[in-house]
């Protein structure tokens, strides 16, 4: 979850009963944690409002400080227009709930509704502190259209939607939120979103339909990088640890069904100067709760530049040579409480083997644990969810394995398990 | 005759310094800060990783050094607020992978071995400084378990257990909790501190710590310590890291409280801590410390309990010692705390089969409470001999899994 960093404006403090300070914080939003990203667009320029009861009002500090809002203070800032829900099943009718949680004016602005080739604008009323509209699909849709459809809101710079899928039919569709750009496939079984401005697009949620349980969930209030503590990245290493596709955004480069498949691919630039670029595809089987991955690594033409060919110095082969190595990281919450909880399986020299971190910030790394097998479990037995890897065995991948400490201070052990 | 002559005291107290996004200014900027301040006071203050390391220079009297202590900090904290910055004394940060001390030197020390005989005298006393100095409870992947996780996790390779030493047949090692370091400034240098962030408890703690080793300079025979000794040492430094102020010791064949240790080892430096030009009464921060068996630590968990995310606890943490009396403060208005009890062999038991997993390597128990490798391997053997373990020998080394009754 990502979070508000400001610039303090003022603080207004007053006694409360108890030896507490009831603090209103004005601030102006300065960046975006943990990245510290550039503010929104709808952010720029304005003051928002907070407010902590403290029972020491220097922890908050003095115009001019700097703060960090939680991620649950941050929320109707970052994410201010909400649907709900933002997805639906095996229907054309019903209602959809469309909040505005913040504006910077007091008037909210327009709301367009864009569904079934057709524009239509819907009033927000206010609700509290807060803006609503109620739209009704059978405005929208007659009833005989097919799915999947999307119905879009657009609230000056705000978008989100909402996104219509069969009950088991297969299909794949884009969702939008204010926090951006997802692409989503659904079929019988599976249900996962692909997130692809960051760390060459990875997986950030999959949810299994039977139960409803996300796999990758996460808690709501840490601030985290999009895949910070869940989800399935790949990575490139350079080196020794030069990750090329952690800034790497990736565009959509289609989606398609063939032969009982639904496929999601996506193209992105790693390094233009070099020529590096990379593709991915996500595909998933309509018969199996299955999810392969393509990951391709492109050494094209580097551009030339004249100028530095000029005063380019005496070179070996080595010097252009690149050492890469391809991996890819997929991590869970790990199962809290006592008694044995997360735990990877594979096999190693033809035995089944267990890993299971429990101490906090523990680390596993093997160079002579090998997976010639061609597969590892990550299992989660309290709460029942496993996730299988599988793949080419025959180069040996090495596994890896860690577990973090959370922010839940006081239960042990809980944190996330990643398996690299 | 003392092993300390003339008898001086400093420290090395490394702070971060943060900006406006809340970042860590990193060491090629500090540079410059260290530079300026280096030049105005004479002092030989410079850098660490990311972290201004104040070297507060030789001092022979307590407020000598309170007035250093206060003009360097009040100037440093000046310097660097010009560029937007504030100074950020803590033992660790929330989120980077950071441990700080305030190290402390008690000079002045030219015999080597005498100082090997002395750093084998004050191995039974380092985690009493541990337990009074902690503040690291939150620290990059840590939550909130141990009131010094850098001292559980050795800073990083920074302030390590020691190992018994013989001057005819050691060599030098950097980076003991306590040990002398004569081929720089001619001191015994305490590293096992966590960094202050109270300008009035690090001042406390410098000239106690410098009085007591003092008062424990003037006995230079040769000393051995005895394997349970040993032991006991470590056993004593895991409860200094876990309980803080709160730790019960094992000591001389019973179990007291560390206050209780405290107490007395005020009394036994009355007279060197004369020689410095204080006075019990002068400490009196520690004295309230003692009272209610709070330390640094202690702050910053109740913190925690407000502050889930570290980024946040970071944000308030930092501006809250800003003003140096944050901890002065708290501890004056805080209940007193409970002792926690002494491990005895089930919770030592316990600990170390807390460590193992499935699959985990033998080595991680080493860690654990960092025993020496017989006594591991002996509490290894118990556990598997209660069958709470399953032992396999592979070629990546001995393997252990926790076997659950049902």
Redesign the interface.
Known sequence: MNAILGCIESVDCRALEGGTYRTEIKLKPRCVMPERKQIPEWLKGQVISITRVVPDPREIGAPGDSIVLTPSESSKYLLPLVVTPPLLRATLRGQILVSLRWWKDKKPPELEVRANGRVRRAKLSKKGHEHEAVVNLEDLFSGSESLPAEVLFECDKLRASCTLFAEDAPAFRRAVSAGGESWVVTNRWIEFRVIADTNGAGIASLVERGRNVDHFSHPEDLIQGRFGLSGHIDQLLFGWGDDKLAETSMSSSGARREGGTTRLSFAGTLDKGKGLRTTVSYTALDTLPLITIQRELLFCDEEKDDKKEAEKKPSEPVDGMAAVSMQFRAAWRADGGPGPGSRVLAVENGRLRSIRCVRENESVRYNTFRLFDGWVIAEHPHRCECMMYLFDGSQGPQIATSLNASATWHTLPCGFLKAI | MNAFSPRTFSTDWEIMVID????CADTEKLLAFAGALRSEFDLPIQVDWNTLELALGINSQFDQFVQRVRSVTDRAAQLVRELGLELYPAGSHPVEPMYNSSHIHIGTLHDEGKGIYLESRLMRYAPVFGAIAANSP?A??????YKSYRIRDNAHGCTRPQSARDPRLSQFTWGGDASPKVYSAPTLEVRITDCASSRRLLAELVVFTAAFVHWLGENTSEYRLSETEYIDCMTNRWSAAKHGMQATFLWDGTERPVVEIIDEMLDQSAASLAALGADRKDLALLQTMIEKRRCQADLV?D??????????L????S??V??WD?FDNYVVSSAPLDPAPAPDRERILNEHL????????FY?LRNAMYYPPTLVDELIETLAGDQLVHVEN???GMLL??V?KS
């Open positions: 406006r996004l809340e970042r939150f990059h992947g840590f939550a909130g378990q968990l913190l925690g309990k407000r502050y889930r995310d570290p980024y946040c970071a944000s308030v943490h501006k809250l800003r003003d944050a807390s460590v193992v997993g499935e699959g985990t390597h991680n592979t070629c990546r899994s926790r659950e």
